[in-house]
């Protein structure tokens, strides 16, 4: 790990990325810890429905820390971005199998229109990572892999579903992604930059479970 660099903005972003992970990421909302999710009869579906979903937003190659590695300006991120990269390939791995245990999309009405919201919302992730904003597709991995333990557990229930055995996620922690983003919030702008690919990739998950929760609630009013 590099040496940490102290500044005004660090300190300050280090603590806005965990709080925003915890107050607008996948932890804060309600249908991830929902039982209808996780337990009871229909919960076979709603978790095939979440890993497909999620398997469009995440299971491409390459995935936003990917691409956020290739264009990184920012050389006190590249060991925390190597590690990302093999760490989310595993993940990467872990939702294709899910998507293949799990069988077909549950039938649903309006499923054109959900399918092409997702698309829009990978695109938006690709376009994301690939800003030119500086700090701005760092911000969005740093964020994919705070709030990605709370997927997690969502994924680990559709794992035990099919029988599939999860490993531990290997993506880095909480401290080191702390440290690296107070060393690399060098400026009020960068930090601003990390900030916003943050929230950004944020309300994209948010978004994701609202969809997933209005496609259960319509299946259950058939």
Excluded: K
């Amino acid at each position: 790990m590099s040496q940490v660099v102290h500044s005004a903005a660090g300190p300050r972003i280090a603590d806005h990325l965990v709080a925003l992970a915890t107050s607008d990421g996948s932890a804060a909302h309600p249908y991830p810890r929902a039982p209808q999710l996780l337990s009871g009869a229909e919960a076979v579906r709603n978790l095939a429905d979440a890993a497909h979903y999620l398997c469009v937003l995440h299971g491409r190659f390459p995935g936003v820390i990917n691409i956020a590695q290739q264009g990184n300006r920012h050389p006190a991120a590249s060991g925390w971005l190597a590690d990302a990269v093999d760490a989310f390939a595993a993940e990467r791995s872990l939702l294709t199998r899910l998507a293949v245990a799990a069988g077909p999309l549950p039938s649903t009405p309006g499923q054109a229109d959900c399918d092409a919201a997702v698309l829009q919302q990978r695109h938006a992730l690709d376009m994301l990572a690939r800003s030119e904003r500086g700090g701005c597709a760092l911000g969005a991995a740093f964020a994919l892999a705070l709030d990605w333990r709370a997927v997690r557990t969502v994924l680990d229930a559709a794992a035990r579903r099919v029988g599939i055995e999860p490993q531990a996620c290997l993506l880095p922690s909480e401290a080191e992604t702390r440290t690296v983003a107070l060393t690399v919030a060098e400026s009020s702008a960068l930090e601003r930059a990390i900030s916003f690919g943050a929230q950004q990739l944020l309300a994209q998950h948010r978004g994701l479970w609202d969809l997933l929760e209005t496609r259960e609630a319509a299946r259950a009013a058939l």
